[in-house]
């Protein structure tokens, strides 16, 4: 029933006067480290609403689908995005498709081929399974519409973050 603790600047792999069994019985630890924030996060808010985790469409940084590469790498800039939602002109709130910044900068692309479609998220779906449908769909954002209204924006990303956040002792 004993525990020892230790740290260091390298993983495992990198340390070479360690003992085999060591090295890999620290390597496991890693491992169920991560296993452990997984199963907590999920027992603990992969249920939990995706409404939770949205950014409300008042606080939602886009633009326009007519702005130009320019207007959207300065804004993604100014605001550190690493996608910038869209709408269509005239329309803000209307929240439609999204462009990753990356193509952005790197592709000289026409913009409506960079457009990435919003899934539809139903309210009350738990973030869990708007994860799993934005993985399924490989869409970084997905748009939470209720009677055609857009209540706001969730990311791939931070639902993943969610997931393994560390949980807090009970």
């Known amino acids: 029933g004993h525990q020892a603790t230790s740290t260091s600047d390298r993983p495992?792999?990198?340390?070479?006067?360690?003992?085999?069994?060591l090295r890999s019985r620290f390597e496991w630890g890693l491992l169920?480290?991560?296993?452990?924030?997984?199963?907590?996060?999920l027992l603990n808010s992969g249920r939990a609403p995706v409404e939770s985790s949205i950014v409300p469409r008042h606080r939602i940084l886009g633009l326009p689908c007519t702005a130009s590469r320019e207007q959207l790498l300065d804004h993604a800039r100014h605001y550190g995005l690493t996608e910038v939602a869209v709408h269509p002109d005239g329309e803000p709130g209307a929240w439609f498709a999204c462009?990753?910044?990356l193509d952005l900068a790197v592709g000289d692309?026409?913009?409506?081929?960079?457009?990435?479609?919003?899934?539809?998220?139903e309210p009350g779906t738990s973030r869990l399974d708007a994860l799993m449908t934005l993985n399924e769909l490989?869409?970084?954002?997905g748009a939470v519409v209720q009677d055609d209204l857009t209540l706001g924006l969730v990311s791939?990303?931070?639902?993943?973050?969610?997931l393994f956040?560390?949980?807090a002792p009970a």
């Open 12 to 21: 495992p792999k990198a340390l070479a006067m360690l003992q085999d069994q």
């Open 32 to 41: 169920a480290d991560i296993q452990n924030r997984l199963v907590g996060g």
């Open 99 to 101: 462009v990753r910044v």
């Open 109 to 121: 692309q026409d913009m409506q081929e960079l457009l990435i479609p919003l899934p539809r998220i």
């Open 138 to 141: 490989a869409a970084p954002l």
């Open 156 to 162: 791939r990303r931070r639902l993943a973050e969610q």
């Open 165 to 167: 956040r560390r949980q």
